[in-house]
């Protein structure tokens, strides 16, 4: 299984989970068609599902094109059918989902919006995680409430160490800024950023980011309370 990183629109990722013996592929979050149609086309895979971690247009742009183009299962969480455009199997909580080689779990985590999911191909520990957890920051509380977000967040501090996190965005190096100014003396972190710059200068994206890296780095996930975790939020959007 590889994951291959396509940059769409302006700051976003999709990504393409590849099973290379079936030539067949599931894509996580397409922002639009476009990137991904090439891949498929020079690579010659099939697209068989599009997972999409919530309903926002910068998530779920491409899933009509590519469905009617490849006839592709659009895969999404139960409680946001009403909002993933195409839908075709919905998932409840924790359900997990196998096809041939290809197998996840879902896991509900709102705050974002309230119907937000990751998903975990737990074999291979790849975790996408969409608008909730960033690489060194998270995301905007637009739907749910602070304490929806930080208990989603919890739940994804509680995967192996060594799972590779894929998000929704580059936000990296301006979350890196903010993770500087609350934890000037984090050495991890200085650490980190150095290599941040060293990847961005050669256009390369700053993802995956592992679970143990941010959980040694990222602001959001080091505070220790909802209390903290508020203000800190609160900081961020005016940041
Ligand atoms: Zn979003
Ligand atoms: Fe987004």
Request: proline fraction near 3%; charge should be positive.
């Amino acid at each position: 299984m590889n994951v291959e990183i396509i940059k769409c629109l302006k700051d976003n990722y999709s990504y393409l989970v590849i099973d290379e013996k079936n030539k067949s592929a599931c894509v996580i979050d397409p922002s639009e068609a476009k990137p991904i149609i090439n891949f498929i086309e020079k690579n010659q895979i099939k697209l068989d599902f599009i997972l999409n971690t919530h309903h926002h247009f910068d998530h779920v742009g491409g899933n009509q094109v590519l469905k009617k183009k490849y006839n592709s299962k659009v895969i999404g969480f139960e409680g946001d059918k009403d909002r993933i455009p195409k839908i075709d199997i919905c998932l409840k909580d924790r359900e997990i989902w196998k096809h041939k080689n290809f197998e996840f779990k879902i896991f509900h985590i709102p705050g974002h919006t309230m119907g937000h999911v990751c998903f975990n191909f737990f074999k291979e520990k790849l975790l996408f995680t969409g608008d909730t957890l960033f690489s060194l920051g998270c995301g905007r509380i637009f739907e749910g409430t602070y304490k929806q977000m930080y208990n989603s967040l919890n739940l994804i501090k509680s995967f192996a160490l060594e799972t590779k996190i894929y998000c929704g965005h580059e936000y990296t190096l301006n979350n890196s800024n903010f993770c500087l100014l609350h934890d000037k003396k984090n050495l991890k972190l200085k650490k980190k950023i150095f290599l941040i710059k060293k990847k961005l200068n050669k256009n390369l994206p700053t993802i995956p980011s592992t679970l143990k890296e941010e959980l040694e780095t990222n602001i959001f996930l080091r505070c220790d309370s909802i209390e903290n975790f508020s203000k800190l939020r609160d900081l961020k959007d005016n940041f």
